[in-house]
């Protein structure tokens, strides 16, 4: 009888075949692979189970750039962001009191998947989501008042169509009330 191994492989989740693509579609663009080598990097990438063999697709790739994370926090006050503003991978709002407006619908979002942890005390808390974001505020703790998000109608596919960024919303929301809404255009 043989006994199971200690550190089983761990499998490999959407989010990372996702990025894992996307690093081997940015090495062929900026020269580092051949088309032939980026097909047969990709079979592997969209056939792996485990990490390991997910790893072998992306060994001798230029090294990733940091994930970037940034803070927004005030004890009291507004947050606001609005306009073009670049959004970074890891968006983290810290607020005690006040009001908290993230409109992100013309901001400038350079990754797939942008992940947002709120920890707000008082107050309300708007976010305004590209029209083709998709969002997912299923890691989000609201403590007094439910979350108010409308998901939007699916849009046909095409120009404008699915395939926006997908907002991930964590973190809690205590004595306010958060509300998600997606851009009109």
Do not use: C
Not at 22 to 51: C, F, K, N, P, W
Not at 100 to 112: K, M
Not at 120 to 125: D, H, P, Q, S
Request: no cysteine; hydrophobic share 35%; charged share 25%.
């Amino acid at each position: 009888m043989t006994s199971p191994p200690e550190n089983p492989p761990s499998l490999v989740s959407e989010d990372d075949r996702e990025a894992a693509v996307r690093r081997l579609q940015d090495a062929y663009a900026e020269g580092h692979i051949s088309h032939e080598e980026m097909d047969q990097r990709l079979h592997t990438v969209l056939t792996a189970t485990t990490h390991g063999a997910l790893m072998s697709a992306l060994a001798s790739l230029p090294a990733e750039p940091p994930d970037t994370t940034s803070t927004i926090a005030a004890h009291g006050g507004r947050i606001r962001r609005r306009g073009p503003w670049r959004v970074p991978r890891t968006l983290k709002v810290e607020s005690a009191f006040g009001r908290v407006y993230l409109d992100l619908s013309r901001a400038v979002i350079e990754h797939p998947i942008v992940d947002i942890e709120l920890a707000l005390g008082t107050g309300r808390a708007t976010i305004t989501v590209p029209r083709d974001a998709i969002v997912d505020a299923e890691g989000l703790h609201a403590g007094w008042k439910d979350l108010r998000y409308k998901p939007r109608p699916s849009l046909p596919s095409g120009p404008g169509g699915p395939g926006g960024p997908k907002i991930r919303i964590s973190g809690a929301v205590g004595f306010g009330r958060l509300k998600i809404r997606h851009a009109r255009r």
